[in-house]
Every structure is written in structure tokens, then in C-alpha cells.
């Protein structure tokens, strides 16, 4: 056994400590190519998560509007701050990693897929009057101004 298995963050500093004094033929390359990919998976990851939590009130903010006013006049409150922290999260998420916008419209409907067994498992449906495609652009999505349609005077 090599250090990466028996001791992870002591095999990281090692690794760090190679890199700074250039000695690069005493690296463990194939377990560094692998932690890199991982860590590209992780913020990616984040982005899809944090897009779940947001499509997931937008959604119910939107459906309880529409068909359940009791729950929007309940919980709409905590929806909408939910989802304003979740676009100042995902903004930081876009800047600190701005190639992420190539991956955001297949994130976003992967996200929306899940975002909406959440929203209806939330409200107690058996399943959303929603199109299977997400109605709204990721601009929307992001966009601090913007509400579904029908909660829009409520914002």
C-alpha cells in the first residue's frame, strides 16, 4: 500500500511539496490525474446540486400559485429566499469556474428532472402539471428578477 491509501491528506502535502521543488519523476501521476478529474467533477456537481435546490422552489412557488394558494401563502416566503441564496451560490459557483457555462443548459434540465419529483413529493402530488422540459432559460433561472409568471406580484 502507498501512501494515497493509507493516508490521503498526508499523500496530498507530499505531492504539493514534489511540485514546488520540480521534482516531477517522483509524482504519483496516475492518482493525481484521477484527484483532478474528481475535483473537475465536484464543481460541476456543486452546480447541478444547487440548481436542483433552486429549480425546486421555483417550481413549487410556481405550482402553489396556480393550485395551491394555501401552501404559497404558508411557505412562499421561505421559497423565494431559498432561491435568491441559491442564484448569489450559483453565480459564485459560474464565476469561480466560468467554463461551467458550456455544461449549463444540459445541467439545468438534468436538474430540473430531479427538481421536479422534489417539488411534487414537497406539495404532496403525485406528479407536477409541468412540461417535461424545464419552461424556463438558464438566464431566467439566474436572473435575480425573475419569478414564474404566476408568483411574479408576490416576489
Same mark, same amino acid.
Given at each position: 500500500?502507498?501512501?494515497y491509501?493509507?493516508?490521503?491528506?498526508?499523500?496530498?502535502? *507530499?505531492q504539493?511539496?514534489?511540485l514546488?521543488?520540480?521534482?516531477?519523476?517522483?509524482?504519483?501521476?496516475d492518482?493525481?490525474?484521477?484527484?483532478l478529474?474528481?475535483?473537475?467533477?465536484?464543481?460541476?456537481?456543486?452546480?447541478v446540486?444547487r440548481?436542483?435546490?433552486?429549480?425546486?422552489?421555483?417550481?413549487?412557488?410556481?405550482?402553489?400559485?396556480?393550485h395551491?394558494?394555501?401552501d404559497?401563502?404558508?411557505?412562499?416566503?421561505?421559497w423565494?429566499?431559498?432561491?435568491r441564496?441559491?442564484?448569489?451560490?450559483?453565480?459564485?459557483v459560474?464565476?469561480r469556474n466560468?467554463s461551467?457555462?458550456?455544461?449549463?443548459?444540459?445541467?439545468v434540465? *438534468?436538474?430540473y428532472?430531479?427538481?421536479?419529483?422534489?417539488a411534487?413529493?414537497?406539495?404532496?402530488l403525485?406528479?407536477?402539471p409541468?412540461?417535461a422540459?424545464?419552461?424556463?432559460?438558464?438566464?431566467?433561472?439566474l436572473?435575480e428578477?425573475?419569478?414564474p409568471?404566476?408568483t411574479?406580484?408576490?416576489?
Amino acid at each position: 500500500m502507498n501512501l494515497y491509501e493509507t493516508d490521503w491528506h498526508a499523500w496530498v502535502q *507530499e505531492q504539493a511539496v514534489l511540485l514546488e521543488q520540480g521534482r516531477f519523476d517522483a509524482l504519483d501521476v496516475d492518482h493525481l490525474v484521477e484527484e483532478l478529474e474528481l475535483m473537475a467533477g465536484s464543481a460541476r456537481g456543486e452546480l447541478v446540486n444547487r440548481l436542483i435546490v433552486l429549480l425546486t422552489h421555483l417550481l413549487k412557488l410556481h405550482v402553489a400559485a396556480q393550485h395551491l394558494p394555501m401552501d404559497l401563502q404558508r411557505a412562499g416566503r421561505g421559497w423565494r429566499q431559498t432561491c435568491r441564496t441559491q442564484r448569489v451560490r450559483l453565480v459564485g459557483v459560474l464565476r469561480r469556474n466560468p467554463s461551467l457555462h458550456l455544461w449549463l443548459p444540459a445541467d439545468v434540465q *438534468e436538474a430540473y428532472e430531479v427538481a421536479m419529483l422534489e417539488a411534487a413529493q414537497a406539495l404532496g402530488l403525485e406528479e407536477l402539471p409541468l412540461p417535461a422540459q424545464c419552461p424556463w432559460t438558464a438566464e431566467q433561472i439566474l436572473d435575480e428578477a425573475f419569478w414564474p409568471e404566476a408568483t411574479r406580484e408576490e416576489a
